[in-house]
């Protein structure tokens, strides 16, 4: 059975549209132009475009990746939220060096940043939490995030535990282990498909802090 689904999978092969993507489609400055890719998925509906994959290493250099969720991009770089003692909080606080994906198949796009990651400021921290729902600030408060646990009967206690604590309380405070990275780039490339699998590849590597240079890769 493993070896059918094997060869099976190697014939799920399909060909990009040609659709194509030149450096001159492109913005200069990177971030500008994931912008208008990011509104592009949003505009045809795709769910959840602001989804990414993380990318971080441990002290052994082995890798982990895992999907967040992108709240805030704008000149300065990519800003995502977490708890800080989970495992990608604690990977990119001992080693900030990180990389994002954005995979939008349907529109036969991705782009990558590799990058370095910081915390964002308190009050922006602060400013974020405030606007979660209150579901999700209570979860914030409830879940041990990448700890081991018995049972999901722990968790849903800890999340009755916390409702039961703040039932009084119009406002929920920001955990103090649960805060937002800025991931600040400098490298960025669009990947646009293509058929006979020669995908377009544009490559935005910094120079300085609004200066970038622009090249294409061989697919």
């Known amino acids: 059975m493993t070896s059918e689904l094997s060869r099976d999978i190697a014939s799920w092969r399909r060909e990009y549209s040609d659709q194509g993507l030149s450096e001159a489609d492109l913005a200069d400055n990177p971030i500008s132009a994931f912008v208008e890719?990011?509104?592009?998925?949003?505009?045809?509906?795709?769910?959840?475009?602001n989804a990414l994959v993380v990318s971080t290493v441990n002290p052994e250099g082995a890798p982990s990746s895992r999907m967040v969720l992108l709240k805030t991009v704008d000149a300065r770089g990519f800003v995502f939220y977490t708890n800080f003692d989970s495992r990608k909080g604690r990977e990119l606080l001992a080693n900030p060096a990180c990389a994002l994906l954005f995979p939008w198949h349907p529109l036969e796009r991705q782009v990558r940043v590799e990058g370095v990651a910081a915390r964002v400021n308190e009050v922006e921290a602060d400013a974020y939490f405030a606007a979660r729902p209150r579901g999700s600030q209570l979860g914030a408060w409830a879940s041990p995030q990448s700890e081991v646990v018995a049972d999901i009967d722990f968790l849903r206690e800890r999340y009755a535990t916390e409702s039961d604590r703040f039932a009084g309380s119009d406002v929920i405070p920001r955990p103090p282990q649960w805060s937002g990275f800025l991931v600040r780039p400098h490298l960025m490339e669009f990947w646009q498909?293509?058929?006979?699998?020669?995908?377009?590849r544009i490559q935005f590597s910094r120079l300085g802090d609004d200066n970038w240079h622009k090249e294409r890769l061989a697919p």
């Open 37 to 49: 890719w990011l509104s592009a998925a949003r505009a045809v509906g795709l769910h959840e475009p």
């Open 193 to 200: 498909g293509r058929p006979g699998r020669m995908h377009d």
